[in-house]
């Protein structure tokens, strides 16, 4: 009897491949294959085309999210680059988190959206896939998925929007849109002028084009090995973009070929590498916790103190907004990651595994020679000398606290004043612009319950906007205390991510107007002065109720997260066991 072109197993025995991997359960493997192949061949597939090694292409395009507004290109240049290399793309949607439209706040759904990417992985056929994401939570959530389906994957990052000219002088989004707003806040600008700046903040589609989160994200999946080089940079629109996704396409079939899986990638040294990065980009503080969140789906537990030490002698040399004064793009033109890890060679494992095959070292060696910039700074002249985030400690946070210290004003790093709380946003927004409100510069901000489950969703509402009668005597600054985030194009002396946080009975929770909180950056310390006992006489009186729902992924959400120094992930999503800790002591 002659071979059946329906038998479920390769040519030669082994696992199965394309078509004939993950077959739906009919109870009969060789119906499945025969059912799968007539109904993909109505798309006008032949026997030749599915033969070769499927590459699925995960599609994020969607009308709310802009910064993917390139979709419907990359894919096709990725498509491109699969053919060429002899492989078969198949596109496939997931939902797609567009920053500024999801309510209540994108974090909310970026686990929604990893678990989504994990089982469309693991429930189609296919040998590789390319992740095209660029908005912020988006990368973060395919990285979690891929890591937790475990196949070859390689990440395409759409790409930062260009800058736009508002009167004369270059803007961006999106730390300029605060800049602004803050500026029509203190009655600096008017009507008329806050409107015409809206028409330029954002220039073409594609990511903020500053170091904020998506940015951050697009450099730390670069430097984790996740992409081809070069691929963080390009911005959306340019012809290099294009280029990037082409090759994107031609790699995952050689990864393919290779059953190079992601765990060889995703490796301990790799996130290292990624920390390192991070500290030298004067990255977003929500890189901490998606870094956090898909070394978690490895088994890895970040060290947040070793990060810190590691802080210590990682300078910040990359001359953007929010710490410096530049554009992606401009990163873009200076070499890009390229440059910056050379710059950082010393400090990297070079021996990492990358998705070509090939290691950092190798790739670093093959890549064009240096040139004269200013936009990437040496070692020995950064912008700044420590890592843009240091790791806060203190009976406030007995969890830890982060601050982007090289956004924050110096004067205000080494800093004691009167607390001024807020219980929630619904109180922030009632009182935040009164003239009665009992404020002066010299006090501290603290606004509670924006957690992980406080809000929920741990919201970017950490960057407290300055009380309107300040903003209005030109008071530009505050110190500023949350269990929330902010966005990572935002700036100012802001203590974020206090864990644990307030909604589940942190110390947080009881702070009340008045008390005295002490800031020293230099110290590594957030403490409320505030004496233990009169802390535990407090939380008597005042019992936390943990929140909760009833139903949907609202309960899932509620029940199962974790808090932001575990990455804000669900705990069920986490294997069983830590396998290391990253970085070594």
Same mark, same amino acid.
């Not at 025995?13 to 059912?35: E, H, I, K, Q, W």
């Not at 803007?171 to 330029?200: H, L, M, P, S």
């Given at each position: ?134 908005? #912020? *939570?988006?990368?973060? %959530?395919?990285?979690?998925?891929? +890591?937790?389906?475990? @196949?070859? =994957? !390689?990440?395409?990052? /759409? ?103 992601? #765990? *060889?990638?995703?490796? %301990?040294?790799?996130?290292?590498? +990624?920390?390192?990065? @991070?500290? =030298? !980009?004067?990255?977003? /503080? ?114 830890? +606290?982060?601050?982007?210290?090289? =956004? ?178």
């Amino acid at each position: 009897m002659s071979s059946s072109p329906f038998d479920p197993k390769k040519p030669g025995g082994g696992d199965a491949t394309g078509m004939s991997r993950g077959l739906v359960n009919y109870g009969d493997a060789g119906f499945s294959l025969f059912l799968r192949k007539a109904f993909i061949k109505g798309a006008g597939l032949t026997d030749h085309a599915l033969d070769r090694p499927v590459i699925g292409i995960a599609d994020t395009g969607s009308g709310y999210n802009p910064c993917h507004g390139n979709m419907p290109q990359l894919v096709e240049a990725v498509q491109r680059g699969v053919m060429l290399a002899g492989g078969l793309p198949v596109k496939f949607p997931t939902i797609s988190i567009g920053e500024s439209f999801a309510q209540p706040t994108s974090m909310y759904l970026r686990n929604l959206m990893s678990m989504d990417t994990e089982e469309m992985l693991r429930a189609q056929p296919m040998d590789a896939v390319v992740l095209i994401g660029g908005c #912020d *939570k988006t990368v973060p %959530a395919q990285l979690m998925g891929a +890591a937790s389906a475990g @196949l070859p =994957a !390689i990440q395409l990052i /759409t790409g930062s929007m260009l800058t736009g000219s508002h009167r004369g002088e270059t803007v961006g989004a999106c730390t300029d849109c605060r800049r602004f707003w803050g500026k029509y806040r203190a009655d600096e600008i008017d009507a008329t002028e806050i409107a015409d700046v809206n028409n330029q903040l954002v220039a073409s589609v594609g990511t903020c084009s500053v170091m904020g989160t998506a940015s951050t994200m697009a450099c730390i999946a670069e430097a984790l090995g996740m992409t081809v080089p070069g691929g963080a940079a390009p911005p959306a629109v340019t012809s290099a973009r294009m280029r990037v996704a082409e090759e994107t396409g031609t790699v995952a079939v050689q990864m393919a070929k290779a059953r190079l899986t992601i #765990d *060889k990638v995703l490796t %301990a040294r790799a996130f290292e590498n +990624a920390m390192r990065v @991070l500290l =030298a !980009i004067g990255g977003s /503080t929500n890189g901490i916790v998606h870094l956090t969140a898909i070394a978690g789906r490895m088994g890895f537990e970040i060290d947040l103190k070793a990060l810190d030490r590691m802080g210590r002698e990682t300078p910040v040399l990359v001359d953007l907004k929010p710490s410096g004064q530049h554009y992606m793009e401009h990163f873009h033109a200076a070499g890009g990651m390229t440059t910056l890890l050379r710059e950082l060679k010393p400090l990297l494992h070079l021996d990492a595994l990358t998705v070509t095959g090939r290691t950092l070292g190798e790739e670093l060696e093959r890549a064009a020679p240096p040139f004269s910039q200013d936009v990437i700074r040496s070692r020995d002249n950064p912008i700044y000398p420590q890592g843009g985030i240091a790791v806060l400690e203190g009976n406030l946070a007995p969890g830890g +606290a982060i601050i982007k210290q090289s =956004a924050a004003d110096p004067k205000l790093m080494e800093h004691e004043g009167r607390a001024v709380v807020f219980e929630g946003l619904a109180d922030l927004a009632a009182r935040i612009d009164s003239d009665d409100l009992d404020v002066n510069a010299d006090d501290i901000l603290v606004l509670k319950n924006i957690g992980p489950k406080g809000a929920p969703g741990m919201p970017e509402a950490g960057y407290i906007p300055l009380p309107r009668k300040l903003a209005r005597q030109g008071v530009k600054d505050m110190v500023r205390i949350s269990d929330g985030r902010m966005s990572g194009t935002a700036f100012g002396t802001i203590v974020l991510h206090v864990t644990p946080e307030s909604a589940i009975g942190g110390p947080l929770g009881y702070v009340r107007t008045g008390d005295r909180i002490r800031l020293s950056v230099s110290q590594r310390e957030i403490s409320l002065l505030v004496s233990a006992e009169e802390l535990a006489r407090r939380a008597k009186e005042s019992p936390v109720t943990v929140p909760s729902a009833d139903r949907g992924y609202r309960k899932l959400f509620l029940d199962t997260v974790t808090q932001a120094d575990q990455g804000v992930d669900f705990d069920f999503l986490r294997p069983p066991q830590t396998v290391d800790r990253v970085p070594k002591a």
